[in-house]
């Protein structure tokens, strides 16, 4: 690779630097500027001013996580489309035969789901 194209990705790579060093320098601060006295009422979970009532570790459903995963699943899949959108034109014909593979993929993969009973609330 040249020069210029290595300078091409110098924006990105700066923007990692400032990301990596913003978060870095936020956690440092917060653990050493946070409150160090602790005590049961700090450490109490609080909800709106309602007070706690039993166990937060009761177990719920498997099917929640499982559609969450899902939408998120289905989610990012579709936020491919959009650059292809915005491509449209420049793409032509190959680019829209392989949208047509993959939307048939995704399809195929969500009438799986469907068939497995994934989405069924019982």
């Known amino acids: 690779m040249d020069q210029q194209h290595l300078l091409d990705y110098y924006p990105i790579v700066l923007m990692f630097i400032v990301a990596l060093a913003f978060v870095s320098i936020t956690m440092v601060s917060t653990h050493l500027l946070g409150p160090k006295k602790k005590s049961s009422i700090k450490l109490d979970s609080f909800e709106c001013g309602i007070e706690s009532q039993g166990n937060a570790r009761v177990p719920f459903s498997i099917k929640y996580f499982l559609v969450a995963i899902l939408f998120v699943l289905f989610d990012v899949e579709v936020i491919f489309m959009y650059p292809w959108a ?37």
């Not at 420049?90 to 469907?114: K, N, P, R, T």
């Open 86 to 122: 915005v491509l449209f034109r420049e793409l032509g014909m190959a680019g829209f035969i392989e949208m047509i593979v993959f939307i048939s993929l995704l399809l195929v993969g969500f009438f799986y789901i469907i068939k497995r009973g994934a989405l069924k609330w019982e």
